[in-house]
Structure formats: C-alpha cells, structure tokens
C-alpha cells in the first residue's frame, strides 16, 4: 500500500498550526486514505486501482489543503466554547456564591455566539459606540486631570494663592509685591508657610552651545508650603535668599536628567546661568510643574528688605493655611495687616502718591487660581462630546430595534413557555452590555489616541497638561459609560412592547403588514431625539466659528504678522557690565541682523506684542495733578529702538519716531499711543509736545513728538491698552536713579521683518549673525509673528476644532439615524405602497409621502433643538466674542441647512419606495 503519511506531506501546502494541529490533520488524512485503499483492494481492485480511487476521492491537493484550513477557525471557535464551557462547570461545581457568576458567563458566550451571527450590525454597533465613548473619555480625561484631580502636593487643599485686586484701577488681579509679602510674613498668623514666585527665562552656558531655559524663580518659603521634598541635595533656605550670599541655584528633575545623566553628584557642581556661576544646591521633583510652571531650573528669588516699597507687583504667592483657619479668617487676616505694608516699606514711585485704599486682598484655592477660566471651557467640551455619545447611543438604540425585530418570535415563544419579563429583558441586555463593553474597549484605543493628539499640540496651553493620563478613574468611567450605554439602548426593545409584553408577536404570525406602533413611535422620537442633539451642537460649534473669525478679522495694529520673526534676548552681566555696555550689544546686534540677506527692517522693544510682557508704572504729566483721588496714574510702558515701528507695520498717526541719533545723545523724548493720548490730552493733536515723565520727585521730563496707532499688545480679543513709548536708553528714569545714570533693560524682544521667515535657513542666518556679535547669547520664545497671534486665540480656536468635529460627528450620526429610519419604515410599508400605486398613485405622490415623514422629523428634531440651544449655549458666553449666544444668523443657518440635509437623507428611501413593484409588493403581502 502507498504510504500516505509522506505523500500529505509532500502534495499538502499546510503551515504551522496552534498546538501541532497540521501534524496531526496529516496524520488522521493519512489513516483515512490507508482505510479507503484498503477497502478497495478487499472488494478486488488492483492496487493502482485502489490508489487511484482514493486519490480521486481527495481531489486536487491545493483545494484539499484550502479545505482543511478552512476548518481551522471552526476548530479554535469550537476550542474556545468547549474551554469557556469548561470554566462555566468549575464555578457551577463550587456552587453557592459562584453559580451566579457561572451563568453570567454562560448568558455572556451565548450572547457573543448570538452577535457572531450578525457581523454587520455587530461592527457597526461596535465602530459607532467606540466613536462615542472614545471622544468623552478623552475630554473626561483633560477634565479628571486639570479640574478634579487635586494639586500633586500633600494635603492640597490647604493651600492657597495670596493675590491682590485693584478694584480703583479697574484690574481684577494684580498679584503680590515684595512689600506685601514680607508684611504677611512678619505680621500676618493664618499661615504655616508662605512663599512667593515667578517664571522667568535665563541662558545657561559653558555646555556646548548657548540654551534658554525656563526658570521658576521662588522664594525660601514656597518648597515648604507645597511640602515638595528634593531628589537630592536641599532647597533653598533664607540664608539663600540674602542678595550678598553666594549664587546658588536648582534643578529641575527633567534638566538633571537630560544634562546630567540623573547624576546625583550634580549636586555642588556649577552652572553658569546669565553670567553668573552658581552652586547646584538641589533637585526638586516634577511635582513642582503643579505650581504653574515647567522649569529647567529653580533660582532664588532675592530681595534687599532695606530697599523695599510697596511696588513692583505681579509675583504669584502660595501659603499654606494653619490647621483649623479657614480661608475668611485668612482673608480678614490679611486685611487687617495689609496696611502695614506702606508702613513697614514706606517709599517708591508708586507708594509715595497710593494708598491700602487702592487695593483689597484676595484669596482663592490654588487649584482654583491654576485652573482659572480653562475649567468652564473643558465642561463645555465635555458636554459637547456627551451629545455625541447620547446620539450614537441612539442611533444603536434604532439599530438594536431593527435587530429585536428579528427575536421577537423567539421571545413570544419564551414567554409562552413562562419565562418572565424580567429574563426576557435580560436576554436584550446581555447582548447590549457586551457591545457596550466592546466599545468601550474600542473607545479607549480612540481615546489614547486623542490625547496624544491633543498633548502633542496643546495648542490651548492648557494647565496641568502633564498630568493628563488614562489612570484607573478614567477606566472606571469608561466602564461606567460602557455599561450605561448597553442599558440605554438595550431596554428599547421593552419599552417599545409596552405591557403587552411579546403575546402580539404569536398573534400577528410574522406577518409583515401588522405594524408594530410602538417600535415607530420608538424609533421616531430616537431619531426626532438625535436631530435636536445634533441641532445643539452645531449652534455651538457656529457660534465658536463666528467668535474665531470675528477674533481673526480684528485689526491687531501691525501689519503683514507672516513676515516677521520674533525672538527674545537676555544679555546678562558677564557680557556687558554696564548699561552702556547693553544698549551697544544691542544696537551692533539690530544693525548685523539688517545686513542678514532678505532682511527688510529690524526693531527692538522690550515685548513683542501678544508675546507676553509688559511693564505697568505711574505716568505724569507736566501742568497736570494727580488724579481726584490724589494718586499716580497707573499706565502701560515699553521701551523701543529705531525702526521698531517701521518693522513691525505700526502705523505713526503724527510726529516723528525715535532714531540712532536721539538714542545715542539720550534725548528725552517719548510717543504716546492714540488711546493714552486721547484719555490724557483729549485728541492725539493735543498730545504733541507735551511733556511727561515716569518718576514723581524730580520728574524727568520727556517731550511728545509722536502718536502711535493702537496696537492689542494681550491678545486679539483684549482692548487698546494706553500705552507709552520710551527710548530703549534713557537717563536717570527711576525715582532714586542719578541724572546720568544709564537706564536700559537687558532683556528685549527682536522683530525681523523678511519674505524669507519660514524659509529653510533663515533662522540660521539669524542664529549666526546674533552670535557672531555675542556667542553666548541663546535665543529665546523663537517664532513668526502671525503664530504668536494665532497662539492669542488658541483656546479659542481649540472649542471651535474640538466643537466643530462633535458637530460634524452628530450631524452625520443624526442624519444616519434619520435614514435608518425613514428606510426601514419604507420596508415594512411596502405592501401599503403597493396597493397605493396599484390603486393608480403616481410616483412622485409616494415621494412626497415618504419625504413629509423625513421632514416631519427633521422640522419637530429641530424646532426642539432651538429650544435646548436656547437654554444651553448661555454656559458659551464667557468663550464668545463679537456674537450673542443667540445670534439669529447661527441659528438660521444651521437649522435651515440640517433641514435640507435631512431632506436629502429622506430621498433615498422616498425613491426606493417610488419604484416598489405592485404586484410583487401584493403577491408578498
């Protein structure tokens, strides 16, 4: 006989199975053939006879082998049921608590088998969940880890941010000052701890190339009212604080890692930081980042208490509140010593003329003052993609309707058998829960996803952003909505039975032409349901449009943003010494930069506008007093050089600008914009050759001799500030500062103006001729103009995306839901469209009625999504600009355009049932 183990082995194309499955297919294939052959040679057949029979019995052995691996996925699935089987008869054995768990699993594998049977509607139920879910999780997860998850510091809640108002000057957040700081510290008794600090930038050198840093400036007080332990060395003490004593600094644990290998020998080695060497002293934790702030490296914030006064302010402060003070006693606290400050700190420009008066303390939580207005923007969003989750919840929900009406005999003949309402409900439910919990899982992936989108934009900057992960509370969410999505769509099929339970299923007998009334009016108001989410959710994301091109069509004040490169330099002691020392390294900087090929103009300034910045301190004008209340007036100032306003497109409304000449001879001479010039001298004509000043005893006059066109120096939707413009170098311009004495800032903004910004190489060429002047010199906040704009209306910008694709998301969904519906009232209706045409309608009649029904439930889904937008985009007004929360044109136009989208997802339906062939439509009925 043939051997015919070798010849399968040979002829059959078999890859490797689980577990040596294809061996021992090959074996059991192989004693079958020896039994056929046998059989054949017993009946008398030669022996190549014999062989040939058997081998024609088997085929061609590529179909053979196709055959067998067909049978594969059957045997794994039949692997598979026998071990859940299995497992299922282990719990029941144990019996007691465990049975129930046993028939759970049972209920749970048979529901599985059941939705195996109808893949499409499992996919599909399946893809629209994980949308759903997948989008809330994800928002759930900026909302867990910037608003309820508290601060990463022990005992949170106790902690505090001091900050202070100026109701009289119209500014609802000043910050704190040195003056008021030290006042607390002495005399105030609501605090363990108090600290203040900043964020900053520096330039750290001698490693390589020149970097710019961002740096959290604190001082001793803040570490041990976070109660934030270092990694390694120690922090900052009050010894630190004193500005005689060595220069020390910290790490931030990020930088330690990246530059120094995590290397705790780091500790007492050196840093050279703007010039200086200081001591590395420390390594503190990324818990820090709960301040606010992602430094590299912590420096101490250092104050000559001798030469204090109430000013200089706009530092943040923490404290941390004695056990048992509440957050009104600290605030009366603090009221009570707060006019200390002017007693204590007495001096300055600004204390000389202000008063306690002025200002009044204000306290809030941390958290609170971290989170800010980003908490009502991300509740929107939550909201946003919970109407996305509740229309794919209903579109399952019409879906699941559909499926039911395939089980209905089945469950007539369960109840006829005795089986409960309440087992009937479960065997709709295990089915739904389980496609609840696969799109969760489904929902997760998405989620992930989303958030690495989202983290590697983070295009709004929010807070707290490296918090944000997929930790166990946002797993139990998503379990949560899993699961209470599989009950809502599950008991539909209930409720649409009413107490009549499934006893109309036998009666009716399957036929087609008994319509089920409650399933309609079900499935109606699903689909009436949908449209009205869809309808709000497309008003909002319009409203966020209108506010984004309102914002993008204001005028900021400059011209052409796209041309120009912005960047901030800190030239520090170690470079130039002297005031005159900075103000020649910068001007040998500016005219290098305008020899760079390409380059058009170049300006300098001590912010860039919307770039972040600014200075805010008293104003006077000669012949003018105080203002009624007898205190300094309080207004914006910036320092600029030559060709500031030519490079920067800002338009000069009269007079001249300042020059090279005036900066290099001193001149005093200032520019006012239109608003200031205005609000001081009623017209900017009035304005010119006026004199003011900055300081109060002696005044240092500076004439007028130009008015400046307004520029939105905070942002696209902020206003004109009154601003006032100085020299980049001025003399003797602080109160206390000698006549002589040169006064310029070290650090300032450049503006390039080039059609070579964003061109390959040119930040380059703009590197290189920065450094061939100072090499030590990193450049810092780097960036086209027009992308720090865009970064002004980012959060803006960041509702109106993330609205605008939960929109698009519900329309489509709604609009599903419209068709499926429509559709399926269609297919069961075709008996009564038959008999219509039979009876002589023409086509376009059936049209018309299919589409009235579209349209009904489109017109009743939107007239009852006016009404919910009506009420809920209120909770938009704080995000919106130039556009009321009910603006007529963004509630015409989407519900005008849902409408007609709408019509033509009724269409398609309304044409089949046009074509509906009568007498096979009657002969069926």
Known sequence: MKDWKK??????????????????????????????????LARGRSSA??????????????????????????????????WAEEREELLRQKGGRWVPFADLARDLRMALRSLAKWPFFSVVAVLVLALGIGATSAIFTLVDAVILSPLPFEDAGQLIAVQHAAPGRGMADVGQCAAWHYTYIDEAQSFEDLGMFTGSSASVTGRGNPEALQVLQVTSGVFPAIRVNPLAGRIFTEEDMDPDGPARIMLAQGYWERRFGADPSAVGQTLQVDGVTRE???VMPEAIQGLGYQPSIILPLRFRRSDLFVGNIGYNAVARLRPRVTMEEAHADLTRVFPQAWEKFPGGPVASSDSPDFYEV????????????????????LGGVSVVLLIACANVANLFLVRADGKDGEMAVRTAMGASRRRITWEYLKESILLGLMGGIGGLVLAQLGLRTLLAFDSASLPRMNEVTLDLSVLLFSLALSVGAGLFFGLFPMLRKGKEGFVGALKEGGRSGMRDRGRNRVQNLLAISQMALALVLLVASGLMLRTYQSLSNRDPGFGNPEEVLALRLFIPGGEAPRGEDVATTYEMIVRRLEEVPGVSSVGLATAIPMAGGGNVNPFMVRGQELDSEGATVIRRHKWIGPNYLETMQIPLLMGRTVTWAEIHARAPVALLSETLANQVFGSPEEALGQFVAARPDPPQWKEVIGIVSDVREDGLSQPFPDLVYWPHVTLGFWEGNAPDQVQVWRGAGIAIRSERVGTPGFLNDVQEAIWEISPNLPLMGV????????????????????????????????????????????SQRSGELGMRMALGAQTGQVKTMVLKQGLALAGVGIGLGLVLAVGLTRYLSSLLFGVSAVDPLTYGAVAVGLLVVALLASYLPARRASKVDPMTALRVE
């Open 49 to 82: 006879d014999a062989e040939a029979e058997t081998l024609a019995w088997l085929g061609d052995p590529a179909e053979a082998s196709k055959e067998l691996l067909k049978c594969e996925p059957g045997h794994v699935r039949a692997q598979m049921s026998r």
């Open 7 to 40: 010849w399968l082995t040979e002829n059959l194309d078999l890859p490797s199975m689980a577990n040596g499955r294809d061996r021992r297919i090959m074996e059991e294939l192989a004693d079958h053939l020896e039994e056929m052959e046998a059989e054949a």
């Open 362 to 381: 204000d306290l809030r939580s941390l958290k609170e003052d971290l989170v800010g207005s980003v908490a009502n923007l991300l509740w929107i969003l």
């Open 280 to 282: 590395i002293i420390g």
């Open 783 to 826: 960036g086209p103009l027009d992308g720090i704009m865009a970064q002004s209306v980012a959060r803006t910008s960041f509702a109106m995306v993330l609205l605008g694709i939960s929109g698009m998301v519900a329309l489509i969904l709604g609009l599903v839901g419209v068709y499926g519906v429509i559709s399926y009232a269609v």
